[in-house]
C-alpha cells in the first residue's frame, strides 16, 4: 500500500505539475498572441485613421479647385490678349486729358514671356507733369481703377518743377 500510495501519489503530482506547466505555456502562448493582435489592431486604427485624413483631404481639395477654376477663370478675365495692349497707350492719353496732365509713355522693347504660373507682361516708363494732386490722381487711377488692364508700377521719381511736378514711373501692364 505504501508503495501504490507513493505512485499515486507521485503520479498525481506528475499531472498536476504537467498542467500547471500545460496551462503556464498555453497562457504564454495567448500573451504573445494578444501582443500581435494588439499591434496588428493598432497599426490597422492608425492606418483607417490616416486614410479617413486623405479622404477628408482630397474632399475638400476637390470643393477649393471648383473655387480656384472660378477664380483662374476670374484672373484670367482680366488680363488683355498682347494685341489688346496696343489700347493701354489709347487709355493713358485719355486718362491724361481727364486728370489735366502732360504725359509721355513708351512700351519696354521686348515682352517678357509668361512663367510657370506667372502671366506674361510688358514694361513701360511713364512721365506725368502737371499739378501734384492731378498727377497722385492719374497714377492712382493706372494702378487701382484701371477698367481693362492689370498694371504695377515699380518705381517713382518725383521733381519740382515750378509750381508743377513731374513724376516717372518705371511698370508693368501683364497680358495672357
Known amino acids: 500500500m505504501n508503495n501504490s500510495f507513493r505512485r499515486e501519489l507521485l503520479t498525481s503530482a506528475a499531472i498536476l505539475v504537467g498542467g500547471v506547466l500545460a496551462v503556464s505555456l498555453g497562457l504564454y502562448w495567448l500573451s504573445n498572441d494578444l501582443d500581435d493582435l494588439t499591434v496588428k489592431i493598432v497599426t490597422g486604427r492608425a492606418?483607417?485613421?490616416?486614410?479617413?485624413?486623405?479622404?477628408?483631404?482630397?474632399?475638400?481639395?476637390?470643393?477649393?479647385?471648383?473655387?480656384?477654376?472660378?477664380?483662374?477663370?476670374?484672373?484670367?478675365?482680366?488680363?488683355?490678349?498682347?494685341?489688346?495692349?496696343?489700347?493701354?497707350?489709347?487709355?493713358?492719353?485719355?486718362?491724361?486729358?481727364?486728370?489735366?496732365?502732360?504725359?509721355?509713355f513708351s512700351f519696354d522693347n521686348t515682352p517678357v514671356?509668361?512663367?510657370?504660373?506667372?502671366?506674361?507682361?510688358?514694361?513701360f516708363s511713364i512721365g506725368v507733369g502737371g499739378a501734384l494732386e492731378n498727377d497722385i490722381d492719374f497714377i492712382r487711377d493706372i494702378e487701382s481703377r484701371a477698367?481693362?488692364?492689370?498694371?504695377?508700377?515699380?518705381?517713382?521719381?518725383?521733381?519740382?518743377?515750378?509750381?508743377?511736378?513731374?513724376?516717372?514711373?518705371?511698370?508693368?501692364?501683364?497680358?495672357?
Open 113 to 123: 514671356p509668361a512663367q510657370g504660373d506667372l502671366p506674361a507682361y510688358n514694361g
Open 47 to 104: 492606418v483607417i485613421a490616416k486614410q479617413t485624413q486623405i479622404i477628408g483631404d482630397l474632399a475638400e481639395l476637390k470643393r477649393d479647385s471648383i473655387q480656384a477654376r472660378v477664380y483662374a477663370q476670374a484672373i484670367s478675365g482680366l488680363l488683355v490678349t498682347k494685341d489688346q495692349l496696343i489700347d493701354f497707350p489709347h487709355w493713358l492719353d485719355e486718362l491724361a486729358r481727364s486728370r489735366h496732365v502732360d504725359l509721355s
Open 147 to 176: 477698367p481693362r488692364f492689370l498694371v504695377n508700377l515699380t518705381s517713382f521719381e518725383v521733381v519740382r518743377n515750378g509750381s508743377d511736378y513731374r513724376i516717372t514711373s518705371h511698370g508693368q501692364v501683364y497680358f495672357k
